[in-house]
Structures are given as structure tokens and as C-alpha cells.
């Protein structure tokens, strides 16, 4: 049974940092795409960023390009999302998912909730102005 558990979130004041955890288990590890998701209230749960285990290439989304870095611990079964300089819009429920790294369309671009089949409960992130 895949298992992933996010921990890390909390409240922060604008410029500041956090660092996202999720824990994975129940599948080969190496041959999965970890991906950070976001839902604020009342907007659509949108990608943030995720690394196929795969072969190591990230993607991010334009909003966090430059601030937000994804890293993975494979002995860990865990995948990190570094969140710097953060910005009151940066708040929202942050979700951690899994999905088998062929079935993941195209190798660039956005990504999408639809694209991945199992997910975590999530963390809250809050950043203050």
C-alpha cells in the first residue's frame, strides 16, 4: 500500500523559510515522480514542483522558480521541498503525491492533480505578511 506523509508546515512571516518533508513508502521508491501540490481556499489544487526519482529531472512552476527547491533522499524514501523567501500567496494546504514515473505525461511543463494517483493528507503552510 503506498503510504506518504508530509510533515514540516507551519506559519512563517513573509522572507522566511520552511522545509517540506514527505515520507513515502509501500512502493519502489527509485521508480516514482514525487510531486508538492497546493490548494488555498477556494482555489483549484495547483503543481508546485516534483522530481522523478527516475532519472532526477525536477520541474517547478513558474511561481516558485528560483525560491522553492525539491531535493530526494532515496535512502530515506523521503522528498524534500525547500521553500525560501516566502510570500503571503504562498499559502495553502501543501499535498504531497506519487505516481509511476512512465506514466507521467510528457518530461517538461506543467503538471497536474489528474497525473498522480496517490496522495498524502497534507501540511498547512502559512506565511504572514
Known amino acids: 500500500e503506498v503510504q506518504l506523509v508530509e510533515s514540516g508546515g507551519g506559519w512563517v512571516q513573509a522572507g522566511g523559510s520552511l522545509r517540506l518533508s514527505c515520507a513515502a513508502s509501500?512502493?519502489?521508491?527509485?521508480?516514482?515522480?514525487i510531486g508538492w501540490f497546493r490548494q488555498a481556499p477556494g482555489k483549484e489544487r495547483e503543481g508546485v514542483s516534483l522530481i522523478n526519482n527516475s532519472d532526477g529531472s525536477t520541474r517547478y512552476t513558474d511561481s516558485v522558480k528560483g525560491r522553492f527547491t525539491i531535493s530526494s533522499d532515496n535512502a530515506k524514501n523521503t522528498v524534500y521541498l525547500h521553500m525560501n523567501s516566502l510570500k503571503p500567496e504562498d499559502t495553502a494546504v501543501y499535498y504531497c503525491?506519487?505516481?509511476?514515473?512512465?506514466?507521467?505525461?510528457?518530461?517538461?511543463?506543467?503538471?497536474?492533480?489528474?497525473?498522480?494517483?496517490?496522495w498524502g493528507q497534507g501540511t498547512q503552510v502559512t506565511v504572514s505578511s
Open positions: 503525491a506519487a505516481e509511476f514515473s512512465t506514466v507521467l505525461p510528457g518530461n517538461s511543463g506543467p503538471f497536474y492533480p489528474a497525473d498522480f494517483g496517490s
Open positions: 509501500g512502493f519502489t521508491f527509485n521508480d516514482y515522480a
